[in-house]
């Protein structure tokens, strides 16, 4: 199992596809690198030799992947939200940050559904009944 860059590449996959799974990494970028390594895509993963393997990671040094490019997002966002940026404000409440509209989607940065107001006719009975009796039972002390 080929190492580049601490991430385990999976053996069974080509290397155009195993080298997508590197933070940083996607199905467009792959090529330049694999052609600045001189590997051909095709090949599977396990088929790699260690010169292969050692020129793939010479060729990712000069490209910000895994560590140095989660750092650098994490500082900007950083830095928008000490801006006071409406973009910061917006990471910091946990919400999208691109114009995307809230009212209906965007469940997953809101998180379950929470209803707001409206209770069922029992629930709202037995409220009011323990709200009298607590009411009550202050008049007596």
């Known amino acids: 199992m080929p190492r580049i860059s601490g991430i385990n590449l999976k053996d069974d996959k080509k290397i155009k596809v195993a080298l997508a799974a590197i933070y940083g990494l996607g199905k467009i970028n792959v090529f330049p690198l694999l052609r600045r390594a001189q590997v051909d895509p095709e090949k599977r993963t396990k088929e790699l030799t260690d010169q292969e393997v050692a020129q793939l990671q010479k060729a990712s040094e000069g490209i910000p992947i ?28 946990n919400l999208p940050s691109r114009g995307q509209r809230t009212r209906v989607n965007a469940r997953t940065k809101r998180g379950k559904r929470m209803t707001v107001g409206a209770l069922k006719k029992e629930l709202a009975h037995k409220i009011e009944t323990a709200k009298k009796e607590k009411g009550k039972s202050e008049e007596k002390k």
């Open 66 to 93: 895994e560590g140095s490019l989660r750092k650098m997002v994490s500082e900007n966002i950083k830095r928008l939200q000490q801006s006071g940026s409406f973009r910061g404000m917006r990471h910091s409440a």
